[in-house]
């Protein structure tokens, strides 16, 4: 099984960036698709962003849209997440997840096979 780890988060002022990337042992994401999600206590975890293994392309929910980027670093094998004019909202646990299956990404937890324990990002004045 793949073992993804997250990495990046932290506390940001309104209005600031932060870069989360999300990798896996001993290996590169090239080929699989890889969402993020996250995730705030008492609340279901929230499909933001995905890039499909078969032609890269993207998805992005409303919250996040023109505000977060997802994207491939094809020299580290790995996926990040790009996240601008961040918001309070914004705070939550991130989690990277992957899956080698489906022919698209999707803002399905279910969809997905393998996920990484988790990055805290906070946005707060």
């Known amino acids: 099984q793949v073992q993804l780890v997250e990495s990046g988060g932290g506390s940001v002022r309104p209005g600031g960036s932060l870069r989360l990337s999300c990798g896996a042992s001993?290996?590169?994401?090239?080929?699989?698709?890889v969402g993020w999600f996250r995730q705030v206590p008492g609340k279901a975890r929230e499909g933001i962003a995905c890039?499909?293994?078969?032609?890269?392309?993207?998805y992005y929910a409303d919250s996040v849209k023109r505000r977060f980027f997802i994207s491939r670093d094809k020299s580290k094998g790995t996926v990040t997440l790009q996240m601008n004019s961040l918001k309070p909202d914004d705070t939550a646990v991130y989690y990277c997840?992957?899956?080698?299956?489906?022919?698209?990404?999707?803002?399905?937890?279910?969809?997905?096979?393998?996920w990484g324990r988790g990055t805290q990002v906070t946005v707060s004045s």
């Open positions: 997840a992957e899956d080698k299956q489906y022919y698209r990404c999707y803002d399905d937890e279910t969809m997905y096979t393998s």
């Open positions: 890039i499909s293994r078969t032609d890269e392309s993207t």
């Open positions: 001993g290996f590169s994401l090239d080929d699989y698709s």
